[in-house]
């Protein structure tokens, strides 16, 4: 099965903040696009099905950025798929 750029750069970013995580902090998007190395606009448009789905959340204003929106644990490569993908 071959993934899309988007469901890679889902994977990739989960896997980001999953590492992040345990510190409790926050990532921006201009530190995932810098990590991933792509620009912050296209960074938005892969959050939001992750949003969308639960898998990420958001905290808006000065100090925020994105988080799981589950444990880490709970997220399956399947569930990341099926939300880029389709069932």
Request: no cysteine; aromatic share 4%.
């Amino acid at each position: 099965m071959k993934l899309s750029k988007q469901t890679q750069y889902g994977l990739q970013i989960l896997l980001q903040l999953a590492a992040k995580a345990h510190t409790k902090q926050l990532a921006t998007g201009k530190q995932i696009a810098r990590i991933q190395n792509i620009n912050e606009p296209y960074v938005e448009q892969i959050i939001a099905p992750l949003k969308r789905g639960g898998l990420v959340q958001t905290v808006r204003g000065r100090h925020g950025g994105y988080a799981l929106g589950k444990d880490a644990d709970d997220i399956t490569v399947l569930e990341i798929i099926e939300t880029f993908e389709g069932a």
